[in-house]
């Protein structure tokens, strides 16, 4: 039963991920603004940022199918699995928004967006730890028992 909900939820991650994409498209510049290094800022072409991003996110789910048909009986793992790629990819949404912005020509403050980046992160991380210690805790109860 969980599968299904995690499906579930992993498939409504990746129609976000690719709307926010392709909204986003739209309005990006023709140079995207992807980073800020010591001198100047670190820039793609637009046409490129998108075809890496959508490679990113293809790949990304891609691994779901991969990770299903190496264990098929483990129905624990690929809850997990699907879970971890949908926090994944709002991480990659919260991204993209980011770098939108970023791109605007609007006025943002960073003190006040940050924790959505970072929270976003450390649920990434969380997401993690959670499935490790779950399967060391399954492991010491089975191994007690």
Do not use: C, H
């Amino acid at each position: 039963m969980a599968v299904k909900i995690f499906r579930s939820v992993w498939f409504l991650s990746v129609l976000a991920a690719l709307f926010v994409l392709l909204y986003q498209y739209a309005a990006w510049p023709e140079d995207v603004v992807i980073g800020q290094g010591e001198v100047n800022f670190v820039t793609l072409s637009r046409d490129m940022f998108f075809y890496s991003s959508m490679f990113v996110l293809a790949f990304v789910n891609a691994s779901v199918y991969i990770a299903r048909t190496f264990a098929k009986q483990i129905e624990e793992f690929q809850a997990w699995f699907y879970g971890f790629i949908a926090v994944i990819n709002f991480f990659m949404v919260i991204a993209l928004s980011f770098i939108s912005l970023f791109n605007s020509n609007e006025d943002f403050r960073f003190d006040q967006i940050g924790f959505v980046i970072y929270g976003s992160l450390i649920l990434v991380f969380a997401w993690m730890l959670g499935g490790l210690l779950y399967w060391l805790v399954r492991k010491n109860q089975q191994s007690a028992v």
